[in-house]
């Protein structure tokens, strides 16, 4: 797999590095997000917890995959910034399987106190 930079940016207004780069990876379909979030950190040199791959676009029938990836100058601030679907995409197969299963607990929780709160006004508009 080649790693070539495209583009590199920082924004002081955010505290982070972007940077846009095409993967080349040959006779192999498109790399899986955390091992190629792996490769990305070590070849820049920066920390895991605080690079995230927010976009990656691979054409029909090349090899080639454009990422767009976000360094932050400290983890906090990226978990402040980063919408949700973003960390978990970015999580380790077992981490993102913990994950969504919390999101599910939750979504089924938020689903039955609604639907108590919805046979509560059923039942006082009956009477």
Do not use: W
């Not at 899986?32 to 791959?53: C, G, P």
């Not at 978990?79 to 978990?88: D, V």
Request: glycine share 2%; with cysteine.
């Amino acid at each position: 797999m080649e790693f070539k930079v495209i583009n590199e940016f920082y924004n002081p207004l955010i505290k982070r590095k972007e940077v846009k780069a095409e993967i080349i990876h040959q006779a192999a379909g498109t790399p899986d997000r955390f091992s190629l979030r792996k490769e990305l950190a070590s070849k820049l040199n920066e920390d895991l917890e605080k690079l995230y791959i927010v976009k990656m676009v691979t054409k029909t029938g090349t090899n080639k995959t454009i990422c767009d990836i976000e360094v932050y100058d400290n983890k906090e601030t990226a978990k402040l910034i980063i919408p949700k679907h973003i960390l978990i995409r970015n999580l380790s197969p077992e981490e993102r399987k913990k994950a969504l299963e919390e999101k599910e607990k939750k979504k089924k929780l938020k689903s039955r106190s609604l639907r108590n709160e919805q046979q509560k006004t059923f039942n006082k508009l009956a009477l």
